[in-house]
């Protein structure tokens, strides 16, 4: 951790970091309002999360990462930008949303770039699973979206396969374009110079109750 993100660290969690329990959250006495919630998975430096945030102050982030130096990152961004719609939880991300994050309450679930776990041999510890896009379609409000990006390629052939063999709708035919959401990162715009691809998937919650429990 560099000096700055510790001492941010020290400073916001206190008044932006929820600690982990296993029990429901009260998502809107959380952030001190009824607004539309995005629960962020594994947000790294946080750049993008605050980019987010920032455009979009009427949705309530709820931001998820163990790593200490990318927490400190964003509650560095988050005091420098004043960002009141952002709050963090430092614990693995699937217990949260298992535990936390009552069903039905999210208006939207973000994974960008999660640990592609390259060799076949360790896919099974890569994060979509049908066991975690279950998950989190319960906890999806109906017409709520699930957003995956990645940026190695034979994860996105996982991802595609997984997302759609679930009670999710593709939102595209295949890989969905960029959304206007998810802001192009340094590393990303880097990648896409070198020629390297990137692939968003946008699944929804069907709104229609009836059509979810049939497919």
């Keep these: 951790m560099s000096p700055a993100q510790k001492r941010f660290l020290d400073e916001m969690m206190p008044k932006i970091g929820i600690p982990y329990a296993a029990a429901p959250l009260d998502l809107a006495a959380a952030f001190g309002r009824e607004a539309a919630k995005i629960f962020e998975i594994g947000f790294g430096m946080g750049e993008t999360t605050a980019k987010i945030a920032a455009a979009h102050p009427e949705i309530d982030y709820l931001g998820v990462e163990v790593h200490n130096p990318g927490v400190g990152a964003l509650c560095k961004l988050v005091a420098e930008n004043s960002l009141a719609n952002v709050r963090i939880v430092q614990h693995d991300a699937v217990e949260v949303l298992r535990d936390m994050i009552p069903d039905g309450a999210l208006a939207a679930v973000h994974v960008f770039f999660p640990d592609p776990w390259r060799k076949a041999r360790h896919y099974k510890r890569r994060l979509i699973q049908p066991d975690f896009v279950a998950l989190a379609a319960r906890k999806l409000a109906p017409g709520g979206y699930l957003h995956c990006a990645t940026d190695w390629e034979n994860y996105a052939e996982w991802m595609l396969d997984v997302l759609s063999a679930s009670a999710l709708e593709n939102t595209a035919d295949g890989y969905a374009p960029r959304p206007p959401h998810r802001p192009l990162t340094k590393f990303e ?6 020629g390297h ?7 929804r919650r069907p709104s229609n109750p009836e059509k979810e429990t049939t497919s």
């Design 189 to 194: 715009q880097r990648g896409l110079r070198l």
């Design 197 to 203: 691809g990137v692939w968003d998937l946008l699944f």
